[in-house]
């Protein structure tokens, strides 16, 4: 096995410089567990607090999730493309259509590629349905949104780093501050066809709206006839504590993406609507080789029904309201703000503290990992399987982190 110095030199030689990662490399994991080490010594075992982005809110190596990928794997068939039918691909559309109280899923590979997709969905819908002048098409976005990395969403994005260098990026955008409802209501126009919103922001570092500004924008929305696009790509699946963040307001949009968790640890993401809204696409509209493959798509079935068979969402629920009470206790100098929703929290630190980097490496030392967001922010989501002992374990360490000097 490679040791950590050479994986990061050949990191350092081939691969594109796009990320900073801690120095750890991952070679074995278990539920909540990760290892450095194929020997799997305690000397080098880490509590995952980031889960991949709550890719994997599963946990690692889950027994049920295992045994799907190796009964698809033996079958020979991963990948047909779109040009055949595949009974995973159909039996997932109407699992996740189930899951929506949905007519129709459209199943993609990435969360940026379902958020394109949908906001290809929103502009054919518009045009096709509301009756918008030819290419003048606007979606609302918010202010610190995230919703991904191409170029139109860059496009949108309020982050400068987001943006420089990678322009000239497609119109039709127009930017709100995340929980006015009065900035949407004015913004929307004849030709506003949706409004694309995270119920809870996470790139933006774990950002909670007001109450009832999800409730009170679908609302607006529906009387303006304009879609409801709700991001649920990484508040979705059980990680807020509920199915999906905006169940927290009852609020079910016209439109969900979904991704990350979807897939069970591996690249699954889907846009699902109505059939009124979906059926504006027709054949050679839109695709996707990898969309909806085999593979994937039988992974991706038993991630749902594991999510709702264990009651994940209960279980966010129950340990992250423990997790985050506990944290709330420890008094530091460092912390401006302790707040989150199910297992999904953000420890968000004073700028006299010297950014969040280096308290997460220094959690890492204690055997934790978690991952900076927007400088100042350490972000706190565990695989959803994570065990009340497990947190017991973990909390004396970030004590000693957060009231180190």
């Given at each position: 096995m490679?040791?950590?110095?050479?994986?990061?030199?050949?990191?350092?030689?081939?691969?594109?410089?796009n990320?900073?990662?801690?120095?750890?490399n991952?070679v074995?994991?278990q539920?909540?567990?990760?290892?450095t080490?194929?020997?799997?010594s305690?000397?080098?075992?880490?509590l995952?607090?980031?889960?991949?982005?709550?890719?994997?809110?599963?946990?690692?190596?889950h027994?049920r999730l295992?045994?799907?990928?190796?009964?698809?794997?033996?079958?020979?068939?991963t990948?047909?493309?779109?040009?055949f039918?595949?009974?995973?691909?159909?039996?997932?559309?109407?699992?996740?259509?189930?899951?929506c109280?949905k007519?129709?899923?459209?199943l993609?590979?990435?969360g940026?590629?379902?958020?394109?997709?949908?906001?290809k969905?929103a502009?054919k819908?518009?045009y096709?349905?509301?009756?918008?002048?030819?290419?003048?098409?606007?979606i609302i976005v918010?202010?610190?949104?995230?919703h991904?990395r191409?170029?139109a969403?860059?496009?949108?994005?309020?982050?400068s780093?987001?943006r420089d260098?990678f322009g000239p990026?497609?119109p039709?955008f127009r930017i709100?501050n995340y929980g006015?409802?009065?900035?949407?209501?004015?913004m929307?126009?004849s030709?506003?066809v949706g409004?694309?919103?995270?119920p809870?922001?996470?790139e933006a570092?774990?950002?909670?709206?007001?109450d009832?500004?999800?409730?009170?924008?679908?609302q607006?929305?529906?009387?303006?006839?304009?879609?409801f696009?709700?991001?649920?790509?990484?508040?979705?699946?059980g990680?807020?504590?509920?199915?999906?963040?905006?169940?927290w307001?009852?609020?079910?949009?016209?439109?969900?993406?979904?991704?990350?968790?979807?897939?069970g640890?591996?690249p699954a993401?889907?846009v699902?609507a109505?059939?009124?809204?979906?059926?504006v696409?027709?054949?050679?509209d839109h695709?996707?080789?990898?969309?909806g493959?085999?593979f994937?798509?039988?992974v991706?079935?038993?991630?749902?029904?594991?999510?709702?068979d264990?009651d994940l969402?209960?279980?966010?629920?129950?340990?992250?309201?423990y997790?985050?009470?506990?944290?709330?206790?420890?008094?530091?100098?460092?912390v401006r703000?302790?707040?989150?929703?199910?297992?999904?929290i953000?420890?968000?630190?004073h700028d006299?503290?010297?950014?969040a980097?280096?308290?997460c490496e220094?959690?890492a030392?204690?055997?934790i990992?978690?991952?900076?967001t927007?400088?100042?922010?350490i972000?706190?989501?565990p695989p959803?399987?994570i065990?009340?002992?497990?947190i017991?374990w973990?909390l004396?360490?970030?004590e000693?982190?957060?009231?180190?000097?």
């Amino acid at each position: 096995m490679k040791s950590i110095h050479e994986v990061e030199a050949l990191m350092d030689k081939y691969a594109a410089r796009n990320y900073h990662p801690l120095a750890i490399n991952i070679v074995a994991g278990q539920g909540a567990w990760i290892w450095t080490d194929e020997s799997r010594s305690n000397e080098n075992k880490y509590l995952d607090c980031l889960a991949a982005y709550s890719a994997l809110n599963h946990g690692y190596n889950h027994p049920r999730l295992l045994a799907a990928a190796l009964m698809q794997l033996s079958t020979g068939v991963t990948v047909t493309s779109r040009a055949f039918l595949s009974a995973p691909m159909a039996e997932l559309c109407k699992l996740i259509s189930e899951l929506c109280a949905k007519e129709k899923t459209l199943l993609m590979n990435t969360g940026a590629e379902a958020v394109e997709s949908a906001i290809k969905l929103a502009r054919k819908w518009g045009y096709k349905k509301k009756n918008v002048e030819a290419d003048k098409a606007k979606i609302i976005v918010c202010h610190n949104n995230f919703h991904g990395r191409t170029i139109a969403v860059v496009g949108f994005s309020s982050e400068s780093q987001y943006r420089d260098g990678f322009g000239p990026f497609p119109p039709g955008f127009r930017i709100i501050n995340y929980g006015s409802l009065d900035e949407l209501e004015a913004m929307i126009d004849s030709n506003t066809v949706g409004f694309l919103v995270e119920p809870i922001q996470g790139e933006a570092g774990i950002i909670i709206p007001p109450d009832g500004f999800l409730a009170g924008a679908r609302q607006i929305c529906k009387q303006n006839n304009v879609l409801f696009i709700a991001d649920c790509i990484q508040s979705g699946l059980g990680r807020t504590g509920k199915l999906f963040a905006c169940d927290w307001e009852q609020v079910v949009p016209d439109i969900y993406i979904l991704g990350k968790a979807l897939g069970g640890g591996f690249p699954a993401s889907a846009v699902v609507a109505n059939g009124d809204i979906m059926d504006v696409l027709t054949p050679g509209d839109h695709g996707s080789t990898f969309g909806g493959n085999p593979f994937c798509a039988a992974v991706a079935i038993e991630a749902i029904k594991v999510i709702v068979d264990e009651d994940l969402p209960g279980r966010s629920l129950e340990l992250g309201t423990y997790f985050l009470n506990k944290l709330k206790k420890i008094k530091s100098k460092h912390v401006r703000e302790y707040r989150g929703r199910g297992l999904w929290i953000a420890i968000e630190l004073h700028d006299s503290a010297g950014g969040a980097r280096r308290f997460c490496e220094a959690l890492a030392d204690e055997y934790i990992l978690c991952k900076e967001t927007h400088k100042n922010v350490i972000r706190i989501a565990p695989p959803l399987v994570i065990s009340k002992s497990d947190i017991d374990w973990a909390l004396p360490k970030f004590e000693k982190v957060l009231l180190s000097d």
